[in-house]
Structures are given as structure tokens and as C-alpha cells.
């Protein structure tokens, strides 16, 4: 899987142009061809941006890199892996032999939990198939300045996730009475009208509004609105 060094460019050679002029060397991989003709032909409008190799599974792109010089490989998350690797396995020996080249993922991968996974990958970019294309010259040219660039996709994904999770966090932190009361707090009734409401006193009422706050680390009442609003809690339920 990992044989001798015997690189070649194509920019290499007596014609080829001084090195601060040489367009970043892009190697692509992706087990669809559909994808590949693709991003070659999104490549190809940048000047600055050359493709040098493809590959359509990961020891194909492991045996382009051995043969190629690159600076950034451009690769797909799902493709087919060597016998008894998993594709968290791959990109992880990949980067770890490859530590001066950028790695830049490409998935239609959706699952948060799997999307936070390949984070945690010493990888250096990881754009949806669903971002708009524009945004890949972008991730790359970010991850030639060794930042991490996550496409808006995954990020909405992520954003998304978390807020689930945090409303999941207070919903069990919550009795079921204090979260009835934050609720309709959230969607304006006031202390005195959810006391009506729900037929208990004042003071009752008050207090589980405030131990929900204290639960949720919220100091005001602003802090509660904001936080119903970016957890669709009890906002415009006042009817």
C-alpha cells in the first residue's frame, strides 16, 4: 500500500514556470466519475488551481500521492478503503503520511455525530456536496493556510445538532412543571396570567420560574427569551 517514494510533476520540467508562480497542485478523488469530471472542470476555471491526479477509492489516492507531487488533496469521505481499514482509518494514515500536504473532505454525509467524527481528523477542510461550488477554491485556499474551513452546510448541520441537544439537555435538567411554566413564560404570559392559567399560586409559579433559570444558568429575562428563541421554546404559544 505504501511503496517507494518516485514522485513526478506535471509542472515539472524546463518549462515550467518559477515556483511562486506555480498554481496550487490538486489531487482528486471520488469513486463517482460523474464527480470527478466535475470538480476537474470546476478546478480548471482558477488559474491559480491545477489538477495533477485523480483517484476513485483511497488506495488509488494513496498511490497518486506516492507518484505526484501536490499540495492539496481535494477527496470524497466515502470511498471504497484497503482490506480491514475504515475510512476514518484512511484519512488518518493519509494525513499522517502526507503532514505537509492539506487534506480537504467532500461528503454528502449528514449524520452530525459522524460529521463531528471527521473533525476530530487532523484534516484541514470539509465541505457538503450540497455547498455551492464556489466555496471549494475557498476550503482550498484556507487550507493552504493551514485554517480548517467547514462549509455552511455543515455547520447549519452542526448549529442544528447542538440546539437539539441543548433543548434535549434542558428538557431533562426541567420538571415537567417548570418547563410548562418556561414555556408559557417564553411565549409572554406573565407570572400572574400562568398563575391563572394553570391554577396555582403566585409564588409557586415565580419560584419554578426561577429555578428553571437557575437550572439553565439563565441571569435574566433576556437571557430566557434568547434562549426560547434559539430553541423554538414556547415562542408565539401565547394564544
Request: charged share 25%; aromatic share 6%; net charge neutral.
Amino acid at each position: 500500500m505504501f511503496p517507494a517514494r518516485d514522485r513526478t510533476s506535471p509542472a515539472s520540467g524546463p518549462n515550467a514556470a518559477p515556483a511562486d508562480r506555480q498554481p496550487a497542485r490538486i489531487l482528486v478523488a471520488d469513486d463517482h466519475p460523474v464527480v470527478l469530471f466535475a470538480l476537474e472542470n470546476l478546478i480548471g476555471r482558477f488559474a491559480h488551481l491545477a489538477v495533477v491526479g485523480r483517484a476513485q477509492s483511497f488506495p488509488e489516492l494513496f498511490d497518486a500521492a506516492e507518484r505526484l507531487d501536490f499540495d492539496v488533496a481535494l477527496t470524497d469521505l466515502h470511498m471504497p478503503c484497503a482490506a480491514h481499514y475504515d475510512v476514518r482509518d484512511m484519512l488518518s494514515r493519509f494525513r499522517q503520511r502526507y503532514a505537509d500536504e492539506s487534506v480537504v473532505v467532500l461528503t454528502t454525509e449528514t449524520d452530525p455525530t459522524t460529521l463531528r467524527r471527521v473533525l476530530d481528523l487532523p484534516i484541514d477542510g470539509l465541505l457538503s456536496k450540497k455547498d455551492r461550488i464556489d466555496l471549494i477554491p475557498v476550503a482550498i485556499a484556507s487550507a493552504m493556510a493551514r485554517e480548517c474551513y467547514v462549509g455552511p452546510v455543515i455547520r447549519e448541520l452542526l448549529a442544528r445538532a447542538r440546539h437539539a441537544a441543548d433543548l434535549d439537555g434542558a428538557h431533562r435538567l426541567l420538571s415537567r412543571r417548570e418547563r410548562e411554566v418556561l414555556t408559557l413564560y417564553a411565549s409572554g404570559l406573565s407570572v400572574t396570567e400562568i398563575a391563572a392559567r394553570l391554577g396555582r399560586s403566585i409564588k409557586t409559579i415565580s419560584a419554578q420560574k426561577c429555578s428553571a433559570m437557575k437550572k439553565l444558568s439563565l441571569s435574566n429575562d433576556i437571557e430566557l427569551y434568547r434562549f426560547a428563541a434559539e430553541h423554538g421554546l414556547g415562542v408565539g404559544k401565547s394564544t
